[in-house]
């Protein structure tokens, strides 16, 4: 006893969805990683503010003769990096390649400024990086996101269903 089958399908039709399919995942991915760019960038200029660098450890104080000048020019005492704005204000994120996004300084003496202030001077005050907490954070943020996108192109499966679709950087998962 045998049992055949037989599957008609317009595979004109069906590799065109595919083609679709491929072109927004990668559209939402790049948005994705845009975003993860400004969020990086937000959570610096916060972290700055608040005064600590990017492993959470507080900023070193500023020189006495620093101080000195703060004070006769009425600005702030406390150790955020902010003199007139410039500097933090200077830095962007863009989108730079498939799927990557990178931070820098659009001004070249503002990024004279962060070097001098990251690398060169004593204490160092290592402000533009980040940790792997703020590694996690921004990549729930992402998965999130993605995880939003595929479902509006009604790609993301439940776990109510046998099969489960999960997002990995590299590649996508059918896991039954």
């Known amino acids: 006893m045998a049992l055949d ?4 399908t ?12 491929q072109s927004r995942l990668t559209r939402a991915i790049d948005k994705g990683v845009k975003q993860a760019g400004f969020q990086l960038l937000d959570i610096i200029r916060t972290k700055t503010a608040k005064g600590v660098d990017a ?17 006769r020019e009425g600005k702030p005492l406390k150790v ?9 204000g200077s830095l962007s994120s863009k989108k730079t390649g498939r799927f990557k996004s990178t931070l820098n ?5 503002m990024t004279q400024r962060a070097l001098f202030n990251q690398v060169l001077n ?25 995880k939003r996108e595929l479902e509006k192109i009604r790609l993301w499966v439940y776990e109510k269903t046998s099969h489960q679709i999960y997002y990995q950087p590299s590649q996508v998962l059918v896991a039954q």
């Open 80 to 88: 955020d990096l902010f003199y007139s704005g410039r500097m933090l």
């Open 105 to 109: 300084f659009s001004n070249a003496q």
């Open 5 to 8: 089958i037989k599957i008609k």
């Open 55 to 71: 492993r959470d450890v507080p900023f070193a104080q500023y020189s006495k003769s620093y101080i000195k000048q703060l004070e």
């Open 122 to 146: 004593e204490p160092k005050r290592e402000f533009f990086g980040f940790n792997d907490k703020t590694e996690n954070i921004i990549s729930k943020q992402f998965n999130r996101f993605i």
């Open 10 to 21: 317009n595979t004109k039709a069906l590799s065109k969805n595919i083609g679709k399919l």
